[in-house]
């Protein structure tokens, strides 16, 4: 069988140094994963996987739907102060059944231009139209609105995953609510992590009611699997009947479903936890780096090191010296742009940052 096809886009991704392989880094310091609060790694939700089975049946419109599930989706929408809320398998199912069924043609779709992969692949099934705004513009954001039509969606994250900064939540719900337009906000990295007890920064903000949906994966510092879709009844309703993803999926089996109800009973109370992860983000910020550093309050912390092949080497040579750093590389960032994405952990130790500093110190020098 010929796949010349396959190998010739696979060389022309090796020559641009953006060959993606997958590894595993077993013994180094975790520099890159988003376990935030280490309630994955360090294995600190008490299941008991003999009282549940590991498949679901089916999906939930057949088979797959049980009690858990339900109590569970209430439970995380009652913590998050939403009247409703559907549970999808992943972040991703869950922006793709969302975004591809809600707007329809003749609608429009605004996004921030740094939006994730998940929700401009949700954008792409959707039959409206759609453009980007520029990132956290309020100006842009506004003139782009009033030259919509039908029906206009506005999808930012609260938390960008590659930057780590923060959106102007209150001064977009302002501007959708001034506009009559339907704000979405994907919540993915300020779960577990923003907020008095990782309610979010909507929720920490008090702008639950401006929103038409939020999305909260749990993934992430929940340090489980899945995510789950927060609006009214009326949405959740409408999800179970329009959303394909939804709908055309086996459902996550109960033992999965134990894991998010019991992080749900934990995470919010790890709160010397989360004030030690931004203290961690504030020492890093503070370090003498002599590498542009994005300014990010939260604990991803990313360092500019502009090409591919240079920022391909550098993340080669931390990890030979024992830490588990990434690079992102183009096209996943822009051009120039390209970085190591440092995040950092409620486990990591004082130390092991200060020993990462003085690794990036002297890689700088050395290059």
Known sequence: MNQDFLSDRLKDRKSQHNFRQ??????????????????????????????????STGSRLISGNYELLLETEQLVAEFHNSPAGLIYNSGYDANIGLLSCLPKRGDTILFDRLSHASIRDGIRLSLAQSRAFAHNDIDDLRSKIRHSSGNTFVITESVFSMDGELAPLLEIARTCSEFGAHLIVDEAHATGVIGDHGEGLV??????????????????????????????????????????????????????????????????KLDDERRYLMEQARHFREANIP?????????????????????????????????????????????????????????????????????????????
């Not at 929940?222 to 939804?246: E, M």
């Open 22 to 55: 997958l590894q595993i880094n077993a013994h180094q310091i975790d520099f890159c994963s988003n376990d935030y609060l280490g309630i994955a790694s360090q294995k600190r939700l008490p299941i008991e996987a003999a009282k549940h089975t590991t498949g």
């Open 203 to 268: 929720q920490f903000l008090g702008c639950e009611a401006l929103c038409l949906a939020r999305i909260h994966t749990f993934g992430k510092a929940v340090g489980c699997h899945g995510a789950i879709v927060l609006g009214t009844s009326t949405l959740r309703d409408f999800l179970i009947n329009f959303s394909r993803a939804f709908i055309y999926t086996t459902s996550l089996p109960p033992l999965a479903i134990d894991a998010i109800k019991k992080s749900y009973e934990l995470f919010p």
């Open 291 to 367: 590498f542009e550093k994005l300014s990010s309050p939260t604990p991803i912390q990313g360092i500019i090191i502009p090409g591919n092949e240079k920022v391909r080497l550098i993340a080669s040579l931390l990890q030979a010296r024992g830490f588990d750093i990434r690079p992102i590389s183009y096209p996943s960032v822009p051009k120039q742009r390209e970085r190591l994405r440092i995040t950092l952990h409620s486990f990591n130790t004082n130390s092991e940052l200060e020993s990462l500093a003085d690794n990036l110190i002297r890689l700088a020098g050395e290059l």
